[in-house]
């Protein structure tokens, strides 16, 4: 990545240069404070709120109006977050490429979410939700942007790691505004408001953003932006292959998690053998989970950083959450349900810090970071949709949940294999 990758006809720029000065902690914070506002917005919704209040809406049809509105959500981010990246790369206003779309972003959600409290129908109700995911997904795509924009190459890992750890966080947060307004949904959305925009505001005072120069940005053509979106393989290999090891090991992760109560309920029956409600024991390993996380992401990106290599570490985190599927498929029980998740959020807080790294330095052009972390969260975001579809047959056809979990476990094998075909970087 270099000011060579730029079009002939664009004149070099501070604003597309490869950063060499260590950023300051104060814009580090900035960073982490954003990702936490906006993962809090995203899951005290998810998790709780859009539920309560589809069960307002009619409780005999709750499961399907939740369906409607989070699938209806999950497509808008599949598209908001490389769009709104593509739109940061292009921007020259005075603040900067990425702190314009932070702050409309952040209070595009908001406003969302505020409406969202009064929603009157499901309609009404899906088209706000969407809103949401626009509006977060657009300041997420620019926050994740400025860390190639702003941070070196030895400072990414480390700086990677706080975000994850922002992130993390945020969802924790989200769990508990929606615990402590106790039901009350309208309520529930105002507050992850709050947190949203509050999550901005330190990054809008200590930003650093180097605004781009209008003549250094490329002419538009609806065609070129359209096609931009295409990253080939055969031109970028690595960057390829660092989009499908995303793919696989979040869907292997998402695997993992995503029929947990049922797993507690039916393979391993905590309520009969512990006393537990499920729910509460999915909250238990969730906060265990997260723990683990924020712990490793911070240490597994610095030690990447102090290394000077990622590969290794991507590939041993790879691994780890692969060994977390094994655990849950072959000791069904309490202790081996707390072993796994504990396991699974070591392994998976490392790989988000190191491989988020190894990501920022295969990206094509420093023109169009936004846009290619954008198409990179698509790995992100695209699992949601496909783990179901996989998991399903191996619950109920192929041999329950031991093949649900060895599956998973191989998905996230492959993913570490294939970090080995990335040659520019160690």
Not at 170 to 191: D, H, K, Q, R
Not at 280 to 299: D, E, K, P, R
Request: charged share 10%.
């Amino acid at each position: 990545m270099s000011l060579s990758d730029l079009p002939s006809a664009a004149p070099p720029s501070a604003a597309l240069a490869e950063p060499e000065r260590r950023v300051r902690p104060v814009w580090t914070a900035g960073v982490v404070l954003v990702n936490l506002g906006i993962n809090a917005a995203f899951f005290g919704p998810i998790q709780v709120l859009l539920g309560q209040q589809a069960a307002a809406f009619s409780e005999g049809d709750k499961e399907a109006i939740l369906a409607l509105v989070t699938g209806a959500g999950a497509a808008v981010s599949l598209v908001a977050n490389p769009l709104f990246g593509a739109f940061s790369d292009r921007t020259t206003s005075r603040l900067g490429r990425r702190v314009p779309w932070v702050l409309f972003g952040a209070v595009l959600g908001a406003a969302a979410l505020i409406a969202l409290a009064g929603a009157p129908n499901v309609a009404v109700m899906t088209l706000l939700w969407c809103l949401v995911q626009a509006g977060c997904n657009g300041a997420y795509a620019a926050i994740t942007a400025a860390i190639p924009d702003r941070v070196p190459v030895p400072q990414r890992g480390t700086v990677g790691g706080l975000a994850a750890m922002g992130q993390t966080v945020g969802i924790l947060l989200g769990a508990v505004i929606a615990a402590a307004v106790t039901g009350n949904f309208a309520v529930g959305y105002l507050v992850c408001a709050v947190a949203l925009l509050a999550g901005v505001v330190l990054y809008y005072f200590k930003n650093d953003d180097v605004p781009l120069p209008a003549q250094a940005r490329p002419s538009f053509s609806l065609a070129g932006f359209v096609r931009g979106f295409w990253i080939s393989p055969a031109r970028h290999p690595d960057f390829a292959w660092a989009w499908l090891t995303r793919l696989l090991v979040n869907i292997g992760n998402h695997m993992v998690t995503l029929y947990l109560l049922f797993f507690l309920h039916d393979a391993v029956r905590v309520r009969e053998t512990q006393g537990i409600e499920p729910e509460f024991g999915v909250l238990i390993l969730t906060g265990l989970y997260a723990v683990m996380v924020i712990i490793t992401s911070v240490i597994g990106g610095r030690l990447s950083d102090r290394m000077g290599r990622r590969k290794p570490l991507v590939i041993i985190s790879s691994a780890v959450i692969a060994a977390a599927s094994l655990i849950l498929a072959f000791a069904p029980t309490w202790p081996g349900a707390l072993i796994g998740a504990s396991v699974l959020g070591i392994g998976f807080g490392c790989y988000l810090a190191v491989d988020f790294a190894l990501i920022t330095q295969v990206l094509p052009t420093a023109l169009n970071r936004g846009k290619d972390l954008g198409v990179i969260n698509i790995a992100n975001s695209l699992p949601q949709v496909l783990a179901p579809l996989i998991a399903f047959p191996f619950v109920t056809l192929w041999g329950g949940y031991v093949s649900l979990y060895v599956a998973a476990a191989v998905i996230g094998l492959l993913g570490a294999v294939f970090v080995v075909k990335i040659k520019g970087v160690d």
